[in-house]
């Protein structure tokens, strides 16, 4: 199995949390990028509108301790949770190549 098999299988982020909090914000979306890609100092996430490539869509990035997690012991405050199915397409495609950004895993027929 490849490292990219066992980081995405199926061709899916296996290191996230997503969350939906059914548009009560612009940023209705967040996805916690989480695993230990930063030798457990910081874990990134991301906020998303439905929508973010639109030029009134939004989308930004933070970072935040990993001993202060952003979504632990609750995330109550993000929304529910839901899957990477769950999300905008758009959202997922971000998700997808910020994923691959900090695996360090190149898009498929690249190396």
């Known amino acids: 199995m490849t490292r990219a098999e066992r ?24 996805v916690v990028f989480t695993g ?7 874990q990134m996430y991301a906020g ?4 973010p490539y639109h030029p009134q869509g939004f989308c930004q990035h ?10 632990r012991p609750k995330y109550s405050h993000l929304g529910k949770k839901i899957t990477f199915a769950d999300l905008p397409p758009d959202c997922q495609k971000i998700i997808l190549s910020d994923y691959r950004e900090i695996w360090n895993i190149p898009k498929e027929g690249k190396r």
């Not at 290191?15 to 009560?24: F, L, T």
């Open 7 to 30: 980081l995405m299988p199926g061709g899916l982020p296996r290191w996230i949390r997503c969350y939906d909090n059914g548009g009560k914000t612009f940023d209705r979306y967040t």
């Open 62 to 71: 933070g970072e935040f301790p990993a001993w202060e997690p952003i979504d």
């Open 36 to 42: 230990r890609y930063s030798e457990n100092r910081y």
């Open 48 to 51: 998303m509108s439905e929508h």
